[in-house]
């Protein structure tokens, strides 16, 4: 596990997984398709895994994979239905550390 100051979905493979803390929750984040910043997230108060598009906010779907996420700022989650269409989002406390497993095995 590594501790990053700054996060590129884009930049990550299939099968990473990306644990970051809020300020009042904890989450992890199984990388599907990080060319869409698409994925499995797991915490905070969802009821079980659900499909995000995991973003620093704000963040559009076009910049979500290359717009870097730091520290200090919020996390855009655009929870997704089966067909990918956005059905709501999610605006996170402050994130106080992210940290990368890298060639991490989804389960989804």
């Given at each position: 596990?590594?501790?990053?100051?700054?996060?590129?979905?884009g930049?990550l493979?299939?099968?990473?997984?990306?644990?970051?803390?809020?300020?009042?929750?904890?989450?992890?984040?199984?990388?599907?398709?990080?060319?869409?910043?698409?994925?499995?997230l797991?915490?905070?108060?969802?009821?079980?895994?659900?499909?995000?598009?995991?973003?620093?906010?704000?963040?559009?779907?076009?910049?979500?994979?290359?717009?870097?996420?730091?520290?200090?700022?919020?996390a855009?989650?655009?929870?997704?239905?089966?067909?990918?269409?956005?059905?709501?989002?999610?605006?996170?406390?402050?994130?106080?550390e992210?940290?990368v497993?890298?060639?991490?095995?989804?389960?989804?």
């Amino acid at each position: 596990m590594e501790k990053v100051t700054t996060l590129v979905i884009g930049d990550l493979a299939i099968g990473d997984c990306v644990e970051f803390r809020t300020a009042h929750s904890h989450y992890r984040f199984w990388v599907e398709f990080p060319d869409q910043a698409v994925g499995i997230l797991f915490g905070g108060r969802l009821p079980g895994p659900t499909r995000v598009r995991l973003s620093a906010d704000p963040a559009t779907a076009t910049d979500a994979p290359t717009r870097p996420i730091h520290p200090g700022e919020h996390a855009r989650l655009v929870l997704l239905a089966p067909d990918g269409t956005a059905i709501r989002c999610i605006v996170t406390s402050t994130i106080v550390e992210i940290m990368v497993v890298k060639n991490g095995r989804a389960a989804a």
